[in-house]
């Protein structure tokens, strides 16, 4: 069957997202190569289960970092699979519109475009992240009322402002769940001399993670391997000092998001002040995450539904402007709020 397909190339994950259907593939964003010759040995959830399990022979490679493509041989391969998984929903070179960051250059753009069409898609548009993510959040982006979403992912914090059917100013920021992952591996090598792996270092912040304190204080039991003696050890981590290390990253990323409200026209900002702040992406979902968002910048923040599908719906929605975007003109960028 011919059909039209979304996708969200995600950091961590990517979706492909089918209208009517609904998201077809969520699979992580990852590769296992055979280092020397780049053989391809598996890709999404079964490269996954490899991650911190490597050899000399088996290399675990995450193809985007904060948001962009850093190996288009590698994203060819891994979306060429993720196509053949879809093709149990009997999809054969289909459209696709894929999303992208706002700020990657012509080359970037082209390059990500050649890799999605040589994976065995016939025509690729691009929307950009900002854009997918407000149209995927379900707020009312064609009236002259000012609105700000924020989609907090695994590479990238994106923030748009959108009014009167279009983007009024964007942010991308290269903050979010994966740094989180990061300094949870520096405090757990530098306070408990335990090496763990990016796997776990999630595990933590999902399980036990929040930007604020808790009033429940939690306990994870993680295993490792310690840092000095080399041997295997497990070691009980502490809720409330998780949470100082999120809060950290947190803290920055709302910097941002006051950063933009401080440049927003005033009108706007009295209309974000009563709708308040849409958020999505899978680290949103992080505890306390909204509702230190508002006391920061005394807002009312609301999580979107199904928040870490939100870009690809709103990649999803592009699908239908297709025909009308140019793909000579501008890389075949569809923005559905200046064309409705
Ligand atoms: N329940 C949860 N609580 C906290 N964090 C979560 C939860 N579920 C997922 N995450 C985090 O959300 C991030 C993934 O979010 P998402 O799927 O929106 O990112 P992505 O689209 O792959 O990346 P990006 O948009 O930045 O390129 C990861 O850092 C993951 O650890
Ligand atoms: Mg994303």
Aim: net charge positive.
């Amino acid at each position: 069957m011919a059909a039209s397909i979304a996708i969200d190339l995600g950091t961590s994950r990517t979706r492909i997202f089918v209208p009517k259907k609904g998201v077809i593939v969520d699979e992580p964003s990852v590769v296992a190569i055979e280092p020397k010759t780049r053989e391809i040995i598996a890709v999404g959830d079964e490269a996954h289960e490899m991650l911190g399990r490597t050899s000399k022979r088996r290399q675990v490679v995450f193809p985007l970092l904060g948001g962009m493509i850093c190996d288009y041989y590698l994203i060819e391969n891994m979306v060429r699979v993720f196509l053949k998984r879809a093709r149990r929903a009997k999809l054969i070179m289909p459209k696709a519109v894929i999303c992208i960051p706002g700020e990657v250059t012509d080359v970037q753009k082209m390059a990500a475009i050649n890799a999605i069409e040589a994976a065995g898609v016939r025509r690729v548009h691009v929307i950009e992240a900002h854009i997918a993510a407000a149209i995927g959040s379900g707020v009312e982006v064609k009236n002259p009322h000012g609105s700000m979403i924020v989609n907090i992912g695994a590479g990238t914090t994106d923030i748009a402002v959108i009014s009167l059917n279009g983007l009024v100013s964007s942010n991308s920021v290269r903050m979010a769940g994966d740094n989180m992952d990061e300094e949870i591996i520096k405090y757990m090598k530098r306070e408990h001399k335990l090496a763990i792996g990016k796997k776990t270092a999630e595990t933590i912040k999902i399980e036990i993670g929040s930007v604020l304190p808790q009033v429940k204080k939690l306990v994870f039991r993680s295993k490792g391997r310690d840092s000095i003696t080399g041997m295997p050890k497990w070691v009980d981590v502490h809720s409330e000092d998780i949470s100082k290390i999120l809060y950290k990253i947190a803290d920055k990323i709302i910097t941002k998001i006051s950063n933009m409200l401080e440049l927003t026209a005033p009108e706007l900002v009295g209309d974000i002040l009563e709708d308040g702040v849409f958020l999505s992406g899978g680290c949103a979902q992080l505890s306390g995450f909204n509702e230190l968002i508002g006391e920061r910048t005394g807002l009312k923040v609301s999580l979107v539904e199904d928040p870490i599908y939100c870009v690809a719906r709103g990649t999803g929605y592009a699908i239908s402007y297709m025909k009308c975007a140019s793909r000579s003109k501008n890389f075949g960028i569809i923005d559905p709020l200046s064309m409705e």
